[in-house]
Every structure is written in C-alpha cells, then in structure tokens.
C-alpha cells in the first residue's frame, strides 16, 4: 500500500435544525462539530477500525432525524447503533466523503471504502430472507408493463411477484451489492405534470384560481386510464381497481378504530378530499367534452386520490424543480423500515434518467425494498394501505405540551426547544434504570420543570425523589386512561372480517402494546424510586 496520507474533514452544519442536540450528542462521544481523521500508511487494520468508528461516530449524529435526535442515545444499542436507517445513512455518507477517482487499489481510500462496504454488507434487516412467492398469481399484467418499460428504455435487475404477506414485490434477480442500480428509468417513461400541460385541460384548468399542478395531473390521470390509445396503458392496465388504504374504510373498521389518532386523522382526511371534489366538480362541468362526467365520479376521484398518496413520488428534474411523478415498474418497490433503497428522487443530469441504486446489499431471490419515508404505520396506514413488518421506530405517541419560557438556563435549553414531545414503545429503548425507566429525556426533564425542578443533573435527581414520584404517577395516569380509550382486545375472529377491519383491528393492537410499555415503565419506575426512598411499594 503506498504511503500517502488521507484527511477527511467533517462538520455538522450549523443549518441542520437539531444543531444544537446533535452538538451536545457528539460532545458526549468526544467530538466537536469540526473533525478531521487522517489516515496514513502503511495502516494496521486496528488503526483503520478506529478511523472507521470515528467516522461513524460522527456520521451517525449528523444523520439523526427529528425522532431518532428526540430519543438519542437512550435508543442506542451497546455498538452505537440508532436504527438500520440512521446506520446506512451514516455509511452511505461516509462513502461518500472517499473520492472515487482516488480509489485505486492498494490506496488508503481503497482500504477505506472496503471497510466500509464490509460494515454495509453487515447491516442486516428484520425481513433479510428469501421471498416467499405465490405462483398461483401469474403476474400478467405485471409483467407486460414491465416488457413494456424494457423497450422504452428502463433497467432492471428486479422480477415482479406475488410475495406472500406483501401482494405485488420486486424480487432480486441476481446478487445486488453496494452501489448497483437495481431500476433505473428514463424520464421519457415518467409520468409528470408535462403531460397535463400538453393536454387540452391546460387552457380549462390555467384559469381556475388555486389550481395546483397536482391536482392537475390527478384530473388528467382520471381520464387517462381510460384511454386505450394512451402511451401509459401497460401502466394504467397494471394498477389495483382499488388500494385498499385508510381512506377507504368502510363504517366497521371505522368504529374499531375508536379511541385512536387515526380515527381523527382518517376522517379528516376524507372531509378534505370530499371538500375539494365538491369544489371541483361544478368548475368542470361546463366542459364535458374534456371532463366527462361518468369518469369524474367521487369513486373515481378517491381512486385517483389513493393512487398518487400511495405511488408518487416526489423526483427533482434537471431544471432544479421537484414534481409530482408517477413512476411505472417503481411503484412495485414496497416499503420497509429496513430498506435496500434510500437514496432516489433526483433525475440524472448524464443518463437523463432516475436511478435507484442499493445502500445495503440484496441477495438473488430477496425482496428489495424501498424507503417511503421516516412514516408513522398510522400514516402509512392511512395513505398506502398497509402496516410495516417489525417494530416501527417512528410509531410515536404525541403529547402537546405549553412552552416553559427560557430564563437563560443553558441547562433549559434541551428542555424548551422542544415545543412537542413524544412517546413510543419502551422496548426500543436501552436504557430502563432510575430516571431513565425507557422514556425519553426530554419528556422526562419537562414534566420534572412542570413540577419545579429546574435542574436535572443526576445530583438533582437523587436530592428529589419526591418529584420523580410525582413525575411517574401523572404520567402512569394520562396513559391509564388512553388505554381506557383503547378499550379491550376485539375478540373478532380476524379470519372472517373484511380487510379493513382486520387492518384496523391490528393497528389498534399495536397501539394497545405501545401504551401498554409505557405503563409498564412507569410502574417499573415507580417502584424503583419507591425502593430509593425507602418507601414500601404500593
């Protein structure tokens, strides 16, 4: 290995809107919000380790977002490790960091980006197995779109199938590691508000005030679907007659869902949607021959509706203007809180195409899976139709609470800026001994202001039991009564109920586990501070 020597330079940007928690996070580690890690050689594997944990170190915290910032270090495991997301993130931004055109063999950077991709290689995810195919659905219509795509300029190295527990997938078709592009697609096979502007809608839809390109392209996409001489058949051809979101749940599984968020959050959803058709249809109406009235149902319009929430997305083009895309063969990628697929959304200035390359590997005959997004199964539930395998990092419960003023307490600091505070499943937590109990910090550090304790170094606490008690005990009772809310388990048989209600029935359920942690914590806690103060537990 020649003897060179490599610095990579980091900085967390003071632009980044958790500056301030992620400085205070790496100051923890030992690090500042400026590093530098040289490497030089000849370099021993254990100095390359520890430049390489560093690296990560430091990755890690600046590629925290709003949730994983709020829990911090409380939902880190012994190696460091915040979530499977956070961590490919992390190593995809280290990668990123090693110039490409210095990476020739027996280099510094070469040994570097093999570190690297080793420890991508290691990251594995809950659903990291063979999928199971149901050969009973022959994928026809699948299929065809995707010969369709083949001769109109897409790549693939992915098959689609029936998946069982899934429904439609793309399953690998050879070993995918590092860095390949699974799909990549060119613009020309995108559907974009372009085709609405070259329509005869264009000179109707300009004049009505408000009128956004989305809702553009969701009026162009009702009539679209009909026409069998469309460029965009094969794809019309291959969508759901329905989607089966939360948006369509019928009065049942609506009233399974009483005591939740999602109940709010579906209906007002639906209120939204119905007030914006009934705008809608009267401006439209005096042009039936461009709009015509049996395709413009409210039928219709939800189809369309839960067809761009559940398979949009949202593509940067060359121009530097994000639009609302369809993405044939795309939307058959599904979502994970595991992902192969983060990084896509920006067309290629060179190839004028969108790729979606791998940041972690996906073996031949695995099911290669797409990020949609850090969503709560509440969101996901309402807007693509499903619930996500495995836990849920980002199934939280929010809790509005009021703004204590800042006195210019540097130790305030952590506990006003946050103006909302959250709580989830306690068992992400690694961290369940006196004053932690599994619950967030900050949450904690704001109920202890709220019952006037200003401080909260661990000398504090220890000098004030009594307000750790009292801490506990009110929050054990807002979410005893939000699993009285909850009430008891269905006793359905979910076997013989319609989907929707079998979704709703299941989200409740994981609603019920979460509450139920985090009464399980508080009483753990309860008792622990009991037994330090020398009172007999209740």
């Not at 989305?214 to 969508?239: A, G, I, Q």
């Not at 219709?300 to 083009?317: D, G, T």
């Not at 304790?453 to 939000?482: I, R």
């Not at 388990?489 to 079998?502: G, I, P």
């Amino acid at each position: 290995m020649s003897e060179t020597t490599v610095e990579l330079c980091l900085e967390l940007s003071e632009d980044d809107p958790f500056y301030q928690h992620k400085k205070k996070l790496l100051s923890s580690k030992g690090l500042g919000v400026k590093e530098t890690v040289s490497l030089s050689g000849p370099l021993a594997q254990q100095l390359l380790n520890a430049a390489l944990e560093k690296l990560l170190q430091f990755g890690r915290i600046t590629n925290l977002d709003k949730v994983e910032v709020y829990f911090g270090d409380d939902a880190c495991t012994p190696a460091g490790v915040y979530s499977v997301r956070n961590e490919i993130s992390a190593l995809t931004w280290i990668f990123s960091l090693i110039p490409a055109s210095s990476c020739k063999p027996q280099t510094l950077e070469a040994a570097l980006r093999e570190a690297v991709e080793v420890r991508i290689g290691e990251v594995v995810g809950a659903e990291e197995k063979e999928a199971r195919v149901d050969d009973s659905y022959r994928c026809e219509k699948e299929s065809r779109l995707v010969e369709w795509g083949q001769r109109n300029g897409v790549k693939t190295k992915l098959q689609i199938a029936q998946i069982d527990g899934y429904g439609r997938g793309a399953i690998a078709t050879e070993d995918l590691k590092f860095g390949d592009v699974a799909l990549e697609i060119p613009i020309s096979s995108i559907i974009s508000e372009e085709y609405v502007y070259n329509s005869d809608m264009q000179p109707i839809l300009e004049k009505i005030d408000g009128m956004t390109s989305e809702t553009m392209m969701l009026l162009w996409t009702m009539r679209e679907k009909h026409n069998h001489e469309s460029k965009f058949k094969p794809y019309f051809d291959s969508l759901q007659e329905s989607f089966c979101t939360g948006l369509s749940f019928g009065v049942d599984a609506i009233m399974v869902l009483d005591g939740t968020l999602l109940l709010d959050e579906i209906m007002q959803s639906k209120e939204v949607l119905r007030e914006r058709y009934d705008e809608l249809i009267p401006l439209l109406s005096n042009h039936k021959n461009v709009f015509p009235p049996e395709m413009y149902t409210w039928e219709h319009y939800l189809w369309a509706c839960e067809l761009y929430y559940s398979n949009s997305m949202q593509i940067k083009f060359p121009d530097g203007n994000l639009k609302t895309c369809l993405i044939p063969v795309a939307g058959f990628l599904n979502h994970s809180i595991c992902p192969h697929i983060v990084k896509y959304g920006k067309v290629d200035l060179e190839t004028s195409s969108l790729k979606f390359p791998l940041s972690r590997p996906c073996n031949k005959g695995e099911q290669c899976y797409l990020s949609y997004g850090n969503y709560s199964s509440s969101h996901l539930l309402t807007f693509y139709g499903f619930l996500p395998k495995g836990d849920n990092p980002y199934d939280i419960i929010p809790l509005d609470v009021d703004v204590i003023d800042d006195d210019d307490d540097e130790d305030m600091e952590s506990v006003s800026s946050w103006t909302t505070h959250m709580l989830r499943g306690t068992w992400l937590s690694s961290n369940h001994n006196i004053f932690h109990y599994g619950l967030p910090t900050p949450l904690l550090n704001y109920l202890r202001r709220a019952h006037g304790l200003v401080h909260h170094s661990e000398t504090d606490l220890w000098e004030n039991l009594e307000v750790e008690m009292g801490v506990l005990e009110n929050l054990k009772s807002t979410f005893d009564d939000m699993m009285q809310n909850l009430g008891e388990a269905d006793s359905m048989d979910r076997e013989n109920v319609e989907w929707d209600v079998e979704m709703a029935m299941e989200f409740k359920e994981r609603q019920r586990k979460i509450v139920s942690s985090i009464l399980d914590s508080c009483s753990a806690g309860i008792k622990m501070v009991q037994e330090a103060i020398g009172k007999p537990p209740v």
